[in-house]
């Protein structure tokens, strides 16, 4: 019902920035929130931040300061501005957005950062 589409991944050194998209096509559902989650090798996926349609923004402690999520909900739309980034960000990042109680997932874009 609800599909995702992420861009803006890529090679960056320590200290740059990228800015993910996320583009999510819809039918005749309502998206209640979306965000990013993000997966290193090895590791379980973890929440990056979220935005909620409302306008409510969530960050994981580790990129507090660093990353800055913004969009707009009614138009299906989210982006991940990252800021100062650090080798430990590099990961598998996915656009999520949530209807109801269903979770719907991207495909997923690298993001690798170099020391």
């Known amino acids: 019902q609800v599909q995702l589409v992420e861009s803006g991944g890529g090679l960056v050194q320590a200290g740059g920035s990228l800015r993910l998209s996320c583009a999510a096509s819809?039918?005749?559902?309502?998206?209640?929130?979306m965000g990013w989650f993000r997966q290193a090798p090895g590791k379980q996926r973890e929440l990056v931040a979220t935005?909620?349609?409302?306008?409510?923004?969530n960050y994981a402690d580790s990129v507090k300061g660093r990353f800055t999520i913004s969009g707009d909900i009614a138009k299906n739309t989210v982006y991940l501005q990252m800021n100062n980034l650090k080798p430990e960000d590099t990961a598998v990042y996915y656009c999520?957005?949530?209807?109801?109680?269903?979770?719907?997932w991207g495909q997923g874009t690298q993001v690798t950062v170099s020391s």
């Open positions: 999520n957005a949530l209807v109801v109680r269903t979770d719907y």
């Open positions: 819809t039918n005749m559902v309502t998206i209640t929130a």
């Open positions: 935005l909620t349609r409302g306008g409510g923004t």
